[in-house]
């Protein structure tokens, strides 16, 4: 099973870019990225998902180089309200064996 | 998209007791999926869920110790038994769904926030 390691925090400024690393080494051929958000009090967010190269919604980019064994989701021109921690997962959604492991998660915070 | 309720959202309970732990979602889904989430620290998978069928549960965590029912395909119990207080934790359902665009979503529910006296 792919085991995930994300730094443990990052501060950032209103309207910078911010990118979070998150390391699988060991990621299968058929595992998907996927991160998500997280605040206190709730449950976690789907952000976006990818397999491959670049993935870009409304809210975040996620990018995977060739060798998959890492990828860096980046939010363009964070907020406030941006300050929560985020989640890599790794696993395989279309497998039917349900192995996710979180990552160790980042605690983000945006300063004013 | 799923909306998903958790009853408790918290409880503070006696060590050696029970707690049930309710889910429920607002439209039909095949699996469901149970977390513990240790204060501070990531969600960990618990078990998984299928609608008629005994729960799947990952390593470190046994039926006897957090037995799951999954009478329909809207809703779920987890019961945390026999507690102590290495088990306070806040303890979180979801569902997956695949999208239009193709991605796998997991929705989580709000979670119970469990403490072991």
């Known amino acids: 099973l792919a085991k995930t390691t994300q730094p443990i925090s990052m501060d950032s400024y209103e309207g910078q870019e911010v990118n979070i690393t998150c390391s699988h080494n060991?990621?299968?051929?058929?595992?998907?990225i996927t991160w998500y958000q997280q605040f206190p009090s709730q449950g976690p967010r789907f952000i976006i998902q990818g397999y491959k190269t670049k993935v870009t919604n409304e809210v975040a980019s996620l990018f995977i180089p060739a060798d998959r064994k890492s990828s860096t989701l980046s939010l363009p021109r964070v907020s406030l309200s941006d300050t929560a921690v985020y989640y890599c997962?790794?696993?395989?959604?279309?497998?039917?064996?349900?192995?996710?492991?979180f990552g160790t998660g980042t605690r983000l915070k945006v300063l004013a | 998209s799923a909306v998903i309720s958790q009853k408790p959202s918290r409880d503070i309970c006696q060590r050696g007791t029970s707690l049930t732990i309710q889910c429920q979602v607002d439209s039909q889904v095949t699996m469901m999926f149970w977390y513990r989430q240790q204060p501070g620290q990531s969600l960990t998978l618990i078990a998984t869920?299928?609608?008629?069928?005994?729960?799947?549960?990952e390593s470190g965590f046994v039926i006897d110790k957090f037995p799951i029912s999954r009478p329909n395909l809207t809703f779920s119990t987890l019961t945390v038994s026999n507690m102590s207080p290495e088990d306070s934790s806040i303890y979180l359902c979801?569902?997956?769904?695949?999208?239009?665009?193709?991605?796998?979503?997991?929705?989580f529910g709000p979670g119970t926030r469990l403490t072991v006296t």
């Open positions: 979801s569902v997956e769904r695949l999208r239009d665009r193709g991605y796998y979503e997991q929705y």
């Open positions: 869920a299928n609608q008629g069928s005994e729960a799947t549960y």
């Open positions: 060991n990621i299968a051929t058929n595992d998907y």
């Open positions: 997962l790794v696993g395989d959604p279309a497998s039917g064996t349900y192995k996710y492991i």
